[in-house]
């Protein structure tokens, strides 16, 4: 079964780093685009960056646009987020997935708590 698995989140204060990790179970993800998306309490789920399966081209959301980064390295199957200049609104579970996602690869997510 292909999963995802997400760790690096924790509770930070505003203005701190943390960067998220995702472990693809199969090399198959390597030619994927891959994403990161999250979810606040009583929100949507939102996305939040997205890398190509070569590692060239990446997108952001408006709202961690300069603040965020996302990078893959394909030998380990992971993807990554690192998270810079964090703010309360940053406060969700996230999650990584394929770009766009698939219903089939949602895991269990990381929560990020940063406190004011």
């Known amino acids: 079964q292909v999963q995802l698995v997400e760790s690096g989140g924790g509770l930070v204060e505003a203005g701190g780093s943390l960067r998220l990790s995702c472990a693809a179970s199969e090399r198959i993800f390597s030619n994927y685009y891959m994403g990161w998306f999250r979810q606040a309490p009583g929100k949507e789920r939102e996305f939040v960056a997205a890398?190509?399966?070569?590692?060239?081209?990446?997108y952001y959301s408006d709202s961690v646009e300069g603040r965020f980064t996302i990078s893959r390295d394909n030998a380990r199957n992971t993807v990554f987020l690192q998270m810079n200049s964090l703010k309360p609104e940053d406060t969700a579970g996230y999650y990584c997935?394929?770009?766009?996602?698939?219903?089939?690869?949602w895991g269990q997510g990381t929560q990020v708590t940063v406190a004011s």
């Open positions: 997935n394929a770009a766009p996602p698939s219903p089939r690869y």
């Open positions: 890398i190509s399966a070569s590692g060239r081209i990446s």
